[in-house]
């Protein structure tokens, strides 16, 4: 077993270990000490309060570092295909771990942060990455995929206002969806035309045949089942930021309207 193997196993197990350690003991601590409101909520909340601290770290770190891979690993971005994805396999090692752990969270907890969306994503995503991990194909591809982790934290942040009662139209709450809106759009979405551009204009190469048909097929659908959740996702966040923007104009013609019958 070389130096490289050990080192991708090696993450993959830490990453499992650590957030499940975050999840069970470090997250209560902690939220307990930066946010007040934490101590007040009830068991299912505080449950999925950690469940979403736990997924901020994780997109945190894979996604800072996988855009550092993005901009900077010269092996897979000469090579997406086929490029030596050491890095690239360290980093989906790390979200394996994740995903692993918190699977098992959302099925020991299911009927409070049961998902099924959740499990489809989370398998799909394992499915697709043990690919990269056992063959060493598609590195550049894998880790393009795990930038979609960029948008998690300002999601999850929409849901800490929610479950601490912050104001919808608070400076903060509203600074947030935007930012969460704006940068879904960009990684998930925004995303989806140059990537199938990209898959179409290497199909029938020679790189793209050594894959071989099962994981041509696997690259291909695995993308699909995880691009039509995130346009899923995206309409939903449109449909809330459309409503909140409403509900900020009807507070403005309402306030404008008592100014002007007090003038």
Known sequence: MDTNTILVISAGFTSFFTFQLLFHFVSYWFSAKVSPGFNNLNFEKKIEWNSRVVSTCHSLVVGVFGLYIFLFDEATIADPLWGDPSLVKVNIAIASGYLISDLLILIWYWKVIGDKYFIIHHCTALYAYYFVLRDGVLGYIGN??????????????????????????????????????????????????????????????????????????????????????????????????????????QEKAKKSLQNGKLD
């Open 144 to 249: 393009f995929r795990l930038l979609a982790e960029l948008s998690s934290p300002f999601v999850n942040q929409r849901w800490f206002f929610e479950a601490l009662k912050y104001p919808k139209f608070s400076k903060a709450n509203v600074i947030n969806g935007i930012l969460m809106t704006v940068v879904f759009f960009i990684v998930r979405i925004a995303s989806i035309p140059p990537f199938y551009g990209y898959i179409y204009s290497v199909l029938g190469t020679e790189a793209y045949l050594r894959l071989g048909f099962l994981i041509q097929c696997s690259w291909i659908s695995t993308c699909v089942v995880l691009d039509v959740m995130n346009v899923m996702w995206m309409i939903k966040i449109s449909k809330g930021c459309i409503k909140v923007v409403s509900l900020i104009r």
